[in-house]
């Protein structure tokens, strides 16, 4: 009775160091961002449909017996124990991490709970014949999930390497809560967009609207995102020695857009194959990845961004 008394206690008073919640928490954000490929992976190969039932495969076999459909399909929904048990594992360590804030346990807790719901989400996606509002909601609920995991690594890093005030006025802070709005914005049109097209789940799955319409509008959001990044952008080079890094973060997420803008273009002019589709994917949530983590960086960075002199105004 007093070794389990003991026991209980030692559990009741562990605390996680700063340094290993840090790599948890980066474990979990990354495996988040795979989950997203591979889940866009499914999509564009048509597999939605390549198992029938769920958890298992087909009625009476739970793993897959033939097809490469099948095979993708289950293989994603094996891969996707990754992120639930690291998500799950961030918000413990985050409740036992000391001097942690009590707003990014519950980020965590955010980010668990929304990758626990794509199961259940999946479930009824499955059951509707892949509809393409459910596809939508699948994938935009996991563009949520991959951000709050986003805030929850930089706040890890921050802990466990040190912080500072912030290096930019409010104004560019301010600046920076539009461009993540508008960045979300983006990737909701194009997911739209990718709805209305080709690679709406399968041949047989009804579309959502009319492609050039849905092309319009987001290529309309690119132009707003645009603007607003090169505001930012603008804004962190002519005061680049108060906060160089920044400014070099910035420049990165600038070279991951134009990336993106050219994969966009060689995917239409070449009737949208699924395989460069799956790279403008990929690029598009290593954008929203930027673009959160610049936008925090600016209420929140990190010692190492720091100059000489901190600005505070």
């Not at 929904?77 to 799950?88: D, W």
């Not at 980010?111 to 393409?132: K, N, Y």
């Not at 194009?190 to 709406?200: M, Q, R």
Request: glycine share 10%; charged share 15%; aromatic share 10%.
């Amino acid at each position: 009775m007093q070794a389990e008394t003991s026991r209980l206690a030692r559990v009741r008073t562990f605390e996680l160091s700063a340094e290993r919640f840090r790599l948890l928490a980066l474990a979990a954000a990354l495996s988040l961002y795979a989950i997203m490929v591979t889940g866009s992976l499914v999509r564009l190969t048509a597999s939605g449909l390549g198992c029938g039932a769920w958890p298992g495969c087909e009625a009476g076999a739970f793993f897959p017996e033939s097809g490469y459909h099948a095979y993708i399909e289950f293989g994603n929904r094996v891969f996707g124990i990754v992120p639930i048990t690291l998500s799950l594992l961030a918000w413990l360590g985050a409740r036992r991490t000391e001097h942690l804030p009590r707003w990014v346990v519950k980020v965590a807790l955010a980010a668990f709970v929304g990758t626990l719901a794509q199961a259940p989400l999946g479930r009824l996606t499955i059951t509707f014949d892949l509809h393409p509002l459910l596809v939508m909601a699948h994938f935009l609920l996991a563009l949520l999930v991959l951000g709050a995991a986003v805030v929850v690594a930089v706040e890890a890093w921050r802990l466990a390497r040190g912080g500072t005030e912030p290096l930019v006025p409010g104004e560019l802070r301010r600046a920076g809560v539009v461009l993540a709005a508008s960045c979300l914005i983006l990737v909701v049109t194009g997911t739209f967009a990718t709805a209305s097209g080709p690679h709406s789940g399968g041949e047989d799955i009804r579309r959502l609207g009319v492609l050039t319409d849905m092309l319009w509008v987001h290529v309309r959001t690119t132009a707003v995102f645009g603007c607003v990044f090169l505001f930012v952008l603008g804004y962190l080079a002519a005061r680049r020695d108060r906060s160089p890094r920044l400014f070099r973060l910035a420049l990165a997420l600038l070279g991951l857009i134009l990336l993106q803008m050219g994969v966009g273009e060689i995917q239409w002019r070449n009737e949208l194959p699924w395989g460069v589709v799956l790279l403008h994917v990929a690029l598009a949530a290593a954008v929203w990845v930027a673009t959160v983590g610049l936008a925090l960086l600016f209420f929140r960075p990190l010692a190492a961004f720091a100059p000489r002199r901190a600005y505070t105004g």
